[in-house]
């Protein structure tokens, strides 16, 4: 029965409404319905199955076979190597608007891979004729949907009296409503801002608090500078940008971390063990095996390589362009002369008898000094460029030089001979060492090779090759068992001395970042590294996925989709690449240029992607399809970067032809052409309102601009360095860019700085900021990324 007062379905033979407790006796009792109503979708289901092909008043949707939902349906044209599998979406209801209100539908699922028909508006015309094969919506019933289904409850024992109009109830409704409005122009005006940073895990970074803007995590070991061996085989040491690594040689465990967040660039351990460390600040003297403190020699003086007689008893230390000797006293080294004050030189090392020292210059001399005296015993010319590197024999007879005019050489010093040399077909001498019983020499090979050469015979015993990069040192532990190697980025391998077995990688170590893209609520952080690494890191600092490509795949400009799930990225092989944030593996990719893809950007509503290539050319895409919707031609030289303003309508775009161009997003019609730049450009940004377009690069000025009407609003001088990137705070009140190791502030009125963020150790390589505008992440030479917000 319907209850006449509060509409309730009551069971047919009650007397009283289980909600209101009316009178039921004038009610009528409601029929059933739900049985004939799906008898009658079933069959129609059944009369029209869904088929692949549709007539003209259909709207045809694709539905793959993946269960994985993806962006995009078509697989890409023409694929660089092999097929790709295409992603698919999953099986899913037709959209709610489609389908006319309160009715209810059958739906029938297509099979896997088929083309089925989603109603247009016509296809509810009763009137008309449907073609075979073809699944049509029910005809709209005349009957109201159910109420839910209602689960029965005592009856009440009394008949409740019917309720009266309370004009007090719609009083204090209209109070509420109006102070509903009242916050939500409070929200959007006032709270918006620091609610959503809340939520987001922090507070927005804004003009008004850079003062608490702190550095939450440092990911990444840095860069390895040097390494050397412990005389017992026991350790290996590190030197990197960010401290020294102490390693068990045989477990490659770290047992210590010394001078954190401290550029280390040579470490050496003694005959008795003990370990020196060079820096900006001196030289750090540790004990053997617990590695504690003893002194600081030369404190507050810059220092470079350092060098060790076999003995331990004499020290040469780099210092730019004097070599200082010191002499073992006590438990520590005094200082004993100068030698070299103001002469010419690029590589030193001291002789393992102590009564030498020989350096090689930027042109090629290699030249020989007397410890004790500081007198100049020979010169000889080796090279005809930089001698990078060079090594004693043992018995301190020999000289082993690597240059840059592409080749090694030895020379027997009594006579000035010269006993050996190899000139590479495609590389520079970056290192030279002898064996322990010299009668062999390592140097580097061609591209990522180390090279075993015997002394005896003059020929190459064996070649170990790894990777794709030069070595630029290399170090024989003392058992001659290992061999430790760095490469031009820092990275350290070990090998088996004897097999030229890989024994292990410490991939860790790192100078360089080819990319940098941060998610839009700031919990993950890609990036593409000097090992060339694909790397997604959360905001702990732990890996998520890490992942090796092709060059044709790397991710070189990379970005986040709206919703931080899909990494959309450009390559250097110009193809626009597809992955899966939140474990790498690929979704899909298209051919987007000939060349290499500086930078992508996606629209605001997520429609579009356009990349800018070294084909001079800027290419706006459908984001979904992958169609070409046009190329932006005017540029005269590589583009380098690329922007959408907020509001979608116009792009951005600048690079090595120092100009910067906008151009409108509906009809790729170019609209200005901004001239003030004295070098390349490498980002361009618009602010959070798109009222301001600003522009960065190799001539250190930040140029601000009005997008609309192409005019330049201010010219401001951001330092020397060049500039890579450039980013706005949410409130639209200050900029961003990096001036070397720092990150820079800057009021966006009046051009002034508000803050300087300091921590990394060597110039930085690029930052981004949030979308929710909570954290800004900087990648830099010193070989970590680091995570900054407000505390």
Request: charged residues 20%.
């Amino acid at each position: 029965m319907i209850c006449p007062n509060c509409n309730t379905n009551n069971e047919p033979d009650s007397k009283f409404c289980m909600i209101c407790g009316s009178k039921l006796e004038e009610s009528v009792p409601v029929q059933p319905f739900a049985d004939e109503s799906s008898d009658r979708q079933t069959e129609q289901a059944q009369e029209f199955p869904a088929q692949s092909a549709a007539p003209e008043d259909f709207e045809v949707a694709y539905i793959p076979t993946s269960p994985e939902p993806v962006l995009y349906s078509p697989p890409p044209a023409d694929p660089p190597q092999g097929e790709l599998s295409q992603a698919a979406s999953p099986q899913t209801m037709p959209p709610a608007a489609q389908l006319p209100l309160g009715e209810f539908v059958t739906y029938v699922p297509p099979r896997e891979g088929e083309f089925v028909s989603v109603p247009s508006p016509a296809a509810f015309d009763t009137g008309q004729t449907v073609p075979p094969g073809f699944q049509q919506a029910p005809i709209p019933p005349t009957y109201q949907a159910p109420p839910p289904a209602y689960q029965p409850q005592p009856y009440p024992a009394y008949q409740a009296p019917p309720k009266k109009k309370k004009t007090a109830l719609w009083i204090a409704l209209g109070v509420l409503g109006g102070l509903l409005v009242l916050c939500l122009v409070l929200y959007f005006a006032f709270l918006r801002p620091y609610i959503k940073g809340a939520l987001s895990g922090g507070d927005m970074i804004t003009a008004e608090n850079l003062q608490k803007i702190e550095q939450i995590k440092r990911i990444g070991e840095g860069k390895g500078m040097s390494a050397s061996y412990s005389p017992d085989a026991r350790y290996f040491a590190v030197a990197t940008t960010i401290g020294i690594d102490v390693f068990d040689a045989s477990t490659r465990e770290k047992e210590q971390h010394l001078l954190d967040d401290q550029i280390v660039i040579d470490v050496a351990f003694a005959p008795n063990g003990e370990l020196l460390a060079s820096t900006y600040d001196g030289i750090y003297h540790y004990t053997a095996d617990s590695f504690k403190l003893i002194s600081m020699i030369e404190q507050d003086d810059l220092t470079y390589k350092m060098t060790l007689s076999n003995d331990g008893n004499v020290l040469a230390t780099d210092n730019y362009d004097v070599v200082t000797i010191y002499k073992k006293s006590g438990q520590s080294y005094a200082y004993s002369r100068e030698i070299i004050n103001g002469e010419d030189y690029y590589s030193m090392g001291i002789s393992p008898d102590g009564t030498k020292l020989a350096t090689g210059n930027s042109e090629g001399v290699l030249k020989i000094w007397d410890i004790n005296t500081g007198g100049l015993l020979d010169s000889i010319a080796a090279h005809a460029d930089f001698i990078n590197q060079l090594a004693w024999s043992p018995d301190s007879s020999l000289i082993a030089t690597a240059s840059d005019d592409g080749s090694v050489a030895i020379h027997y010093i009594a006579t000035r001979e010269e006993i050996f040399r190899y000139s590479f077909e495609d590389a520079e001498g970056t290192a030279v060492v002898f064996s322990e019983d010299g009668t062999k020499l390592l140097t580097n090979g061609e591209q990522s090779e180390i090279v075993v050469w015997d002394l005896v015979t003059a020929t190459r015993m064996n070649t170990f090759a790894w990777g794709d990069i030069f070595y630029r040192q290399l170090e024989i532990n003392p058992t001659n068992t290992n061999l430790v190697a760095l490469n031009k980025y820092g990275q350290t391998t070990l090998w088996d001395y004897y097999t030229g077995t890989q024994i292990d990688t410490l991939d860790e170590y790192n100078s360089t970042y080819f990319s940098l893209a941060i998610s839009p609520d700031g919990s993950k952080y890609f990036y593409l590294d000097g090992n060339e690494l694909s790397v997604m890191a959360d905001e702990t600092g732990k890996i998520v996925w890490s992942r090796v490509d092709e060059a044709f795949d790397q991710m070189l400009a990379p970005a986040f989709s709206k919703d931080g799930s899909v990494l959309v990225g450009g390559t250097y092989h110009g193809y626009v690449n597809f992955l899966n944030a939140n474990n790498g593996t690929e979704i899909n990719y298209f051919d987007a240029h000939d060349d290499w893809i500086r930078e992508i950007a996606i629209s605001p509503d997520e429609s579009k992607i356009a990349t800018a290539s070294d084909d001079k050319t800027v290419k706006v895409w459908n984001y979904n399809t992958y169609e070409l919707l046009y190329t932006l031609e005017g540029h005269t030289d590589y583009v380098r970067t690329v922007a959408f303003s907020p509001d979608g309508q116009l792009i951005a775009s600048a690079g090595d032809d120092q100009t910067v161009r906008i151009w409108d997003v509906n009809t790729g019609i170019i609209l200005h052409v901004l001239e003030g730049h004295e070098d390349w450009i490498f980002t361009v940004a618009f602010s959070p309102d798109g009222k301001i377009l600003g522009s960065t690069g190799g001539d250190g000025y930040v140029l601000l601009w009005d997008p609309y009407s192409g005019e330049q609003i201010r010219k401001v001088d951001a330092g020397t360095h060049t500039k890579y990137s450039l980013g706005f705070t949410n409130d639209g009140k200050a900029f961003f860019v990096e001036e070397g190791m720092d990150i820079q502030f800057y009021d966006i009125e009046n051009g002034s700085m508000l803050m300087t963020l300091t921590g990394h150790t060597d110039n930085i390589i690029r930052a981004r900021m949030s979308a929710d505008g909570t954290t800004l992440v900087s990648t830099s030479f010193d070989g970590t990324v680091r995570v900054w917000r407000v505390k």
